[in-house]
């Protein structure tokens, strides 16, 4: 898309010429003021102009998931089986199969359908929020409630919510990727241009909407909103957000079609024998197309779709919101977690307990501050973005980041007016925090004796407040604050500070330094933070999350190596991941040491050490590039503009729901809204369920089918090999074997996605991405499971037919109703009795069990069953019948007794 296209064929360009008249010419124009526009008129306008969204950008159309059940190759085949049925003159067959593929399509559909609005919906709660200017004060509002007129903040990370005016900008840059394809950053102005007709990249005092802020803040005014903003004009975009297929749906698609063509091969080898034994050519036909029709999953697409879905709604009741549904698997194979530490591993709720001076220490809540403290204390609350505010009920609060709002809470603690002391040392410049060179720094006009707190500064030089980490503005600072005067930083000043902020940070304390640059009016130096003359260091306390320690050994416990990655101090670092459990061996590493690594060193420090300290966002990056290389499935959180890259590199990219940017969250695999570590791990967990879940079902479902294809191969053998009536070459009619699917497969397989966690979930290695389903024993058990159901029910049949008795086969068709019923209860789990996790911890399974048992009795009982072609049963077949459920059930438990016994049994198969 070039840009031409995007300023000159514009069907709906309304006023091009936002950007060559000045930011007051532009706020009348559109009747607003820099304060904003009231929350009446924003009402007013949103009836106006409508709401600010795009038409409709995701998901499905409904009737493409209903097309899509019916061009699936099981269901292909259904339909020649339909049509085969209708050329042999068997109407009713025709009928029921075509009905029967009907259901399940619709029920793969519904499945699909309530999945793809389930994801939709989670998308949905993850719409930033807008800070934006009504009645003069900034307040939040959702992004799609903003309107023409409003004026809106941005911050780094921020995501352009509206086609916007510049009105103030600092240091602001903006990617504009997403409209113009530049992936560098464009710094912003709010100067008029010249020219009408500049292309959109050009345009420098516009922000446009789907853009993302990368640096600086700014505030700008909404010309456009929804459809008629730049974005809203590309059609492409519109259409965007695909539904992607999880790996193990990708794989069960697989297994699906390989059965479909499996079951022509089956029924074409029936048909050979039945041939050979003299049967008719439509009975012959008919009876392939039973063979297909068992050995075909109907129900393996919805089921799949059932169970990622209610994954993906089990894990937000746990607080991770998963945004894309492959997340929902993947999270099940995770091996390695790097978290960040602020806010996830503790509580981001900071407070200073220490200011700690060249002559003495100040503790908030003790001593008043001496004038060297007072300077500090100043220093910290004016270089600093938190606010203070009056909220009603309940009194003065401090908003912001907590590293900063802690800072002015000393101050106040201090006897500072934080209020009053800003509005007298306004600030005239500013550059902000990142988190590369993890500090910020504000300038102020002459202090003049207005701040009696301050007189022991110089009065008559503007000031350059900075703050950031104590390494940083130690090696850019040429003196020290002491004694009421400059001194020049030697060698003690020096060792001084470093002890400082060793001992502070070995104590597991965050710690800032702070420092002032002095400098006449007017002169502006190329680099603002050099020659800094430190004034104290800062002590912050940041607990751990209670729950975190238990969840570090949780995840340790389930092979899944967490990882910390930090940018504050390594002593810091080191301290609070002991307190966790975090790599109780393998030492910390920092940044700087990592950029002087080889390849080879840096793959293997990756993999060996568990402790990343002072690290930048492109760190993280090459960190999950060299795990993955590795073989590691990793997931990595993130709350940063910066971190977009390494949450879309890593497995499972994690954003912070609380603290995280938009950027940083449209990154996301998942979104944890308590922006807790906890949460990825019972995120795990539950990809866990899931993953054992599916495979339960599959390895159900599979012995299932492979025991009805023994039904339907081995039935017509002795009748080859014996002198043959005629009468018997089919052992199940099309439509009794559909039924039969429909039953286990389609209503007992969706019970399964509901099936709780194995005892065990956490307590095994993770499962190899992409591996066979079939590994750990699993394989095994569905075959020697597949054999018993089909013998078992081939001999029942063969033994009533031989007693003469003409209710055969609807004593076949129930047995092998009961083997399954029998069956899914004992593949609840692999490992324990169903005595040990208690028959009602499953209570979908009782209900849909007790519907199939229903079903199958109107099936024997009801005018249903001369549909079926089916004849009642006497009590006593019905309980001969239930008897080989039962046995089947106690079977399998006992294996898996024996198996318990011996310390073996079905694994997840990574060793
Ligand atoms: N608001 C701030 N102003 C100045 N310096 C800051 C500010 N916040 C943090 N720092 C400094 O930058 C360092 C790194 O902070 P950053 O926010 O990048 O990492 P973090 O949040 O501690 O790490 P993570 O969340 O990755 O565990 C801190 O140790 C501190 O010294």
């Given at each position: 898309?070039?840009?031409?296209?995007?300023?000159?064929?514009?069907?709906?360009?309304?006023?091009?010429?936002?950007?060559?008249?000045?930011?007051?010419?532009?706020?009348?124009?559109?009747?607003?003021?820099?304060?904003?526009?009231?929350?009446?008129?924003?009402?007013?306008?949103?009836?106006?102009?409508?709401?600010?969204?795009?038409?409709?950008?995701?998901?499905?159309?409904?009737?493409?998931?209903?097309?899509?059940?019916?061009?699936?190759?099981?269901?292909?085949?259904?339909?020649?089986?339909?049509?085969?049925?209708?050329?042999?003159?068997?109407?009713?067959?025709?009928?029921?199969?075509?009905?029967?593929?009907?259901?399940?399509?619709?029920?793969?559909?519904?499945?699909?359908?309530?999945?793809?609005?389930?994801?939709?919906?989670l998308r949905q709660m993850t719409v930033p929020t807008v800070r934006v200017r009504r009645d003069g004060v900034t307040v939040s509002v959702p992004a799609r409630q903003v309107v023409p007129g409003d004026v809106v903040h941005l911050d780094a990370g921020t995501v352009v919510p509206a086609d916007l005016r510049l009105l103030e900008v600092v240091s602001l840059r903006i990617?504009?990727?997403?409209?113009?394809?530049?992936?560098?950053?464009v710094d912003k102005k709010t100067t008029p241009l010249a020219g009408e007709d500049l292309p959109v990249g050009d345009r420098i005092n516009m922000a446009f909407?789907?853009?993302?802020?990368?640096?600086?803040?700014?505030?700008?005014?909404?010309?456009?909103?929804?459809?008629?903003?730049?974005?809203?004009?590309?059609?492409?975009?519109?259409?965007?957000?695909?539904?992607e297929q999880t790996p193990l749906?990708?794989?069960?698609?697989?297994?699906?079609?390989?059965?479909?063509?499996?079951?022509?091969?089956?029924?074409?080898?029936?048909?050979?024998?039945?041939?050979?034994?003299?049967?008719?050519?439509s009975n012959l036909v008919l009876t392939a197309i039973s063979v297909a029709v068992a050995v075909i999953p109907e129900g393996l697409p919805a089921v799949v779709t059932f169970t990622l879905a209610v994954g993906a709604q089990r894990m937000l009741r746990r607080n991770a919101l998963v945004r894309k549904l492959p997340a929902v698997e993947t999270l099940g194979s995770v091996t390695t977690i790097c978290s960040d530490k602020t806010g996830t591993l503790t509580q981001n709720k900071m407070t200073v307990s220490t200011l700690v001076l060249p002559d003495g220490t100040w503790t908030p809540g003790g001593d008043a501050p001496s004038s060297a403290a007072l300077v500090a204390l100043a220093a910290g609350a004016l270089c600093n973005n938190a606010e203070i505010r009056h909220v009603d009920g309940e009194g003065i609060k401090t908003i912001g980041d907590p590293t900063e709002t802690c800072l002015l809470e000393a101050a106040q603690a201090g006897g500072i007016d934080v209020v009053t002391l800003r509005s007298v040392m306004a600030r005239i410049g500013e550059l902000p925090f990142d988190s590369e060179r993890k500090r910020m720094s504000t300038r102020h006009a002459p202090l003049a004796g207005q701040v009696p707190e301050l007189a022991q500064l110089p009065q008559d030089l503007d000031l350059i407040f900075v703050k950031g980490a104590v390494d940083g503005l130690l090696t850019r600072a040429t003196g020290v604050f002491a004694d009421g005067a400059i001194r020049a930083l030697d060698d003690a000043a020096r060792a001084w500070v470093e002890d400082t902020n060793k001992d502070l940070a070995s104590r597991g304390q965050r710690v800032l330094g702070l420092a002032v640059r002095l400098i006449p009016p007017g002169r502006t130096p190329a680099d603002p933070e050099t020659d800094l003359v430190l004034v104290g260091v800062v002590g912050i306390i940041d607990p751990p999350r209670p729950e975190v320690a238990a969840a570090v050994a949780t995840c340790q416990g389930a092979g899944i190596r967490p990882v910390m990655i930090t940018g504050d101090h390594p002593l810091t670092a080191q301290a609070i991941a002991r307190e966790l459990g975090i790599g109780r061996d393998g030492g910390v590493l920092t940044g700087v040491e990592l950029d002087r690594l080889d390849a080879e060193e840096f793959d293997h420090a990756s993999r060996t050490v568990n402790v990343f300290a002072r690290v930048s966002p492109e760190h993280k990056l090459r960190l999950v590039d060299s795990l993955q290389r590795h073989g590691q499935i990793v997931a990595m959180t993130g709350d940063g503009v910066n971190d977009a890259p390494a949450l879309k590199k890593s497995d499972i990219g994690v954003a912070m729901g609380i603290t995280g940017t938009d950027v940083s969250k449209e990154a996301s695999d998942m979104v944890l809204r308590d922006d807790n570590f906890a949460t990825i791990i019972a995120a795990v967990e539950e990809g866990r369920v899931i993953y054992d879940n599916l495979r339960r079902f599959v390895s159900f479902a599979v012995a299932g089918n492979l025991g009805k294809i023994i039904v339907m191969v081995g039935w017509p053998i002795p009748f080859l090999l014996l002198p043959f009536d005629g009468t018997a070459a089919v052992a199940l009619l099309p439509l009794q074997l559909l039924w039969l699917n429909l039953?286990?497969?389609?209503?007992?397989?969706?019970?399964?996605?509901?099936?709780?966690?194995e005892s065990k979930v956490m307590r095994r290695p993770p499962h190899v991405p992409g591996g066979s389903l079939w590994t750990g024993g699993l394989g095994r058990r569905t075959v020697w499971i597949g054999l018993v159901i089909g013998f078992v029910a081939l001999g029942i049949g063969f033994w009533y037919h031989e007693t003469g008795n003409p209710a055969w086969q609807s004593m076949l068709f129930t047995t092998l109703a009961f083997l399954q019923i029998g069956q899914a209860f004992a593949t609840r789990s692999h490992h324990d009795s169903l005595t040990t996790i208690g028959w009602r911890s499953n209570t979908l399974l009782l209900w849909i069990a007790a519907l199939v048992l229903a079903l199958q009795l109107a099936a024997l009982y009801t005018p249903l069953g001369v549909f079926l072609r089916l004849e009642p049963l006497g009590a006593v077949d019905l309980m001969i019948a239930a008897a080989t459920g039962v046995g089947l059930l106690v079977l399998i438990e006992s294996v898996k007794a024996v198996d318990r016994r011996r310390g073996v049994g079905i694994s997840i198969g990574r060793h």
């Open positions: 898309m070039s840009i031409e296209n995007l300023t000159a064929d514009s069907p709906v360009e309304t006023d091009p010429s936002w950007h060559v008249i000045s930011v007051e010419d532009a706020l009348e124009r559109i009747d607003s003021r820099a304060s904003g526009i009231s929350t009446a008129e924003a009402e007013e306008r949103l009836k106006r102009y409508g709401t600010n969204e795009l038409v409709d950008r995701g998901g499905k159309p409904a009737w493409k998931i209903l097309w899509e059940q019916f061009t699936s190759v099981m269901v292909l085949i259904l339909i020649a089986a339909t049509f085969l049925s209708l050329i042999l003159g068997k109407f009713l067959e025709a009928g029921a199969i075509g009905g029967i593929v009907l259901m399940f399509a619709l029920l793969g559909f519904y499945q699909e359908y309530r999945a793809e609005k389930a994801i939709a919906a990617q504009e990727a997403a409209l113009t394809g530049e992936s560098e950053a909407s789907g853009t993302e802020v990368t640096y600086g803040r700014g505030v700008g005014l909404v010309i456009a909103t929804g459809m008629a903003t730049q974005l809203g004009r590309i059609a492409d975009l519109l259409q965007g957000v695909t539904s749906q990708a794989r069960l698609d697989h297994v699906g079609k390989q059965l479909a063509l499996l079951g022509v091969v089956v029924a074409g080898v029936v048909a050979i024998l039945g041939a050979l034994g003299g049967e008719t050519w039953m286990t497969d389609g209503l007992l397989g969706l019970a399964m996605g509901k099936e709780p966690a």
